[in-house]
């Protein structure tokens, strides 16, 4: 399996509630995470997006565009919420490979507002 077709299926497995499954396919024991609002190990990221599926238990992960480049892979998502009350959100996930494991990520996210201005849309 291709980096990039290994992360997509990552933030489809943990998206859909499948974390367990996720990180043994996925993600290296020794993984560290650079979101500035968790702690950047393996567990913290873990705990934090079973509780996110907790409570959001119907989000989907619409990955847009998906680019490899050696042990790089970068993605650019939707996240759909059920709930039409909340916005949806884009998401650019950048993951560090080493063999077939993820064994870095970095996130960025932007709240989608539906009074935008902007014709083009985020995608």
Do not use: C
Request: no cysteine.
């Amino acid at each position: 399996m291709k980096k990039k077709e290994a992360a997509v299926e990552f933030l489809t497995l943990a998206g859909t509630g499948h974390i367990e499954d996720a990180y043994a396919r996925f993600i290296a024991p020794g993984f560290i995470h650079h979101n500035p609002y968790f702690p950047g190990d393996r567990e913290s990221l873990k705990s934090a997006m079973a509780e996110a599926h907790r409570i959001s238990p119907n989000v989907l992960i619409d990955v847009k565009h998906a680019f490899e480049d050696g042990d790089f892979v970068i993605t650019h998502s939707r996240i759909v919420r059920r709930d039409p009350n909340e916005p949806e959100i884009a998401v650019v996930h950048v993951f560090r490979f080493v063999g077939d494991k993820v064994v870095e990520l970095w996130d960025v996210a932007q709240l989608l507002s539906k009074d935008s201005p902007n014709e083009n849309g985020a995608f």
